[in-house]
């Protein structure tokens, strides 16, 4: 990557540092890979060989300065700042100790209380040893996901091309298993895991990992993956849930991430229809309070987008049910760094930022029974929320 681009980018964070009213700058720390936030925000090579800590200090004006050892003194050269280098661990803690002087407030990726587990990549000595200097450390999440989630028009392309593709492999999946059916052609969770792999590898995606397909009881279970040795058959008058992700193989590519369920006979039980609808509900409230958000000329909170999501599932009596947060962001990992839409494993005060993704995915899962999920993505602009992939699932699929 060119000098100019890392240049230019931290231009960009000297403007992002400048509309934190009250910080003085940014800190960055690595030690052996701790913190993959700071390579992606630096736009630093992740598989270069760093044995030793260091940091990177960019202040709200004028030039960022560099605190690296000896033995490693190359390790920033393509950052801009001048270089303060240290041997002994005294050395390091002085060195800080003067970067730092006359500073009163700073971001690094640290979460108060965990409660951004994503951001919270500082360990707490290292927190320790800063705030020892007599400064106030302050999270960085609201920074990072200026420059980790919020896309480029080439990655909302390359969502637009997964998410669509993905919906299409969800046609062809439930045609396979009805064909499979029609025909009593033996068809596994595993079996259709793989047909569902192997569709994604063949429109030039791939995953992180392999995505989900679950039979009756397993879809209570959210993150079930069937093996190949232990899978369920699927057979007539079954749900089927599947959850499938991907993205191009380009490097900068995001991805889809969507979730639908079927069943394998004609009439679809009265109480698989009624959870579904709930969830429906749920997901297309969260939905419809974005867009009034957005509006309104307003952003909001991941937390009050779930709030919204699990009331109208509460509403229903089935609260207890919803067993996960309402969504999380989409990025380069298909579970990203930006605001997830979550008030129950954490406390998300993060505010959705224009040109970001994140999906809604309200589920009901009944232990022993059954359970439904209906995933969606959304993109958000400027003034309004886009949810690309369509048609959405409004009622579960009957297969046969």
């Not at 050269?77 to 100790?97: F, K, T």
């Not at 005060?349 to 999920?373: A, D, K, N």
Request: proline share 5%; glycine share 8%; hydrophobic share 35%.
């Amino acid at each position: 990557m060119s000098l100019t681009a890392h240049h230019t980018r931290i231009r960009a964070i000297q403007n992002a540092i400048r509309d934190q009213e009250t910080v003085d700058g940014w800190l960055f720390y690595d030690f052996r890979g701790s913190d993959p936030l700071a390579y992606r925000v630096l736009l630093l090579d992740p598989s270069q060989h760093v044995t030793r800590r260091w940091y990177y200090w960019i202040p709200r004006t004028g030039e960022p300065l560099k605190l690296l050892h000896r033995i490693e003194p190359h390790v920033l050269d393509e950052l801009p700042g001048s270089s303060h280098l240290y041997v002994s661990w005294e050395q390091q803690r002085a060195a800080l100790d003067s970067l730092l002087r006359g500073r009163r407030r700073i971001a690094m990726q640290y979460s108060p209380l965990n409660a951004v587990p994503y951001l919270s990549r500082v360990d707490a000595g290292t927190i320790e040893l800063v705030r020892s200097i007599g400064v106030d450390v302050v999270t960085s999440a609201d920074l990072v996901q200026r420059f980790e989630a919020v896309w480029t028009e080439e990655q909302l392309e390359s969502h637009r091309y997964a998410v669509t593709t993905l919906r299409r492999i969800v046609d062809e999946a439930f045609t396979h298993v009805a064909s499979c059916l029609t025909h009593q052609r033996p068809l596994t969770e595993y079996g259709l895991q793989q047909f569902i792999l192997s569709r994604i590898h063949a429109t030039g995606m791939t995953t992180s990992s392999a995505p989900i397909a679950a039979v009756d009881a397993h879809s209570a279970d959210p993150h079930y993956s069937p093996g190949e040795s232990a899978s369920s058959p699927i057979t007539r008058d079954s749900l089927v849930l599947i959850d499938l992700w991907a993205k191009r193989t380009a490097p900068g590519s995001v991805y889809g991430d969507i979730t639908w369920t079927g069943y394998t006979g004609q009439q679809v039980p009265p109480k698989h229809r009624v959870v579904f609808e709930h969830v429906r509900q749920g997901r297309d409230g969260a939905v419809s309070f974005i867009q009034a958000q957005l509006a309104a000329g307003r952003f909001p909170f991941g937390w009050e987008v779930d709030d919204v999501c699990r009331g109208k599932i509460g509403e229903a009596g089935y609260g207890e049910f919803f067993i996960h947060r309402t969504g999380h962001s989409i990025g380069e990992e298909v579970h990203g760094n930006g605001a997830n839409i979550d008030n129950l494993e954490t406390h998300d005060g993060r505010q959705i930022l224009p040109h970001t993704c994140f999906s809604i995915e309200p589920g009901i899962y009944l232990p022993g029974e059954f359970g439904i999920r209906s995933e969606i993505d959304v993109y958000v602009t400027d003034q309004e929320a886009i949810v690309h992939g369509l048609p959405l699932q409004t009622e579960i699929v009957s297969l046969l």
